[in-house]
């Protein structure tokens, strides 16, 4: 009996829609431990200070302009603070502000909090990514030329969207309400 070797490549036989649900698994299954998540706090305002001091927070004033940056002091009557990002200018430019206490009623601290989101999510997103290009490309591409491109772009590309999920599962938010005393 002689064996003649085959011209044609052997395939696997995957659809894309459980390929689809794989890679949906993977991701759930290899970002879901290390969620970091939100909690919120109720405080009163003589409990502030330690909190947010020399933090990055933001807040929406009483007509609406959003507002974000450092804290630099909690006064008895007003917060302190760097101003780098505004949603109105006119009402509120960058710089430093003293914003009454009166309209201090919710803020919001995120922090990062570790890499490992990070690392996680750029490991698994170059697996996957690596897989799907290799699917996508033996299963569309007849040349080389275009199979690496698909390959090298699919991986790529989810490999920096698992970065990006990473980044949000280290990051940290805290609501903090302020009572009234």
């Not at 009402?91 to 909090?113: C, D, F, N, Y």
Request: net charge positive.
């Amino acid at each position: 009996m002689e064996i003649i070797p085959s011209k044609r490549r052997m395939k696997m036989k995957i659809d894309m829609k459980t390929l689809g649900w794989i890679l949906v698994c993977l991701c759930v299954l290899g970002l879901s431990p290390a969620t970091a998540g939100t909690s919120k706090l109720e405080v009163r305002w003589n409990e502030l200070s330690p909190l947010i001091l020399a933090h990055t927070v933001s807040l929406v004033l009483p007509g609406g302009t959003a507002i974000a940056g450092e804290v630099e002091a909690v006064h008895d009557d007003s917060l302190t603070l760097e101003i780098r990002k505004t949603s109105n200018r006119k009402v509120q430019p960058k710089g430093t502000a003293s914003i009454p206490r009166t309209s201090v009623t919710t803020l919001q601290m995120t922090e990062a909090k570790g890499s490992g989101g990070r690392i996680l999510g750029v490991v698994v997103g170059a697996l996957v990514g690596l897989v799907a290009g290799s699917e996508i490309a033996v299963h569309t591409c007849n040349t080389e030329g275009p199979a690496a491109a698909t390959l090298t772009g699919v991986a790529v590309g989810v490999t920096t969207a698992g970065y990006h999920l990473g980044k949000g599962v280290d990051r940290h938010t805290t609501i903090i309400r302020v009572v009234r005393e």
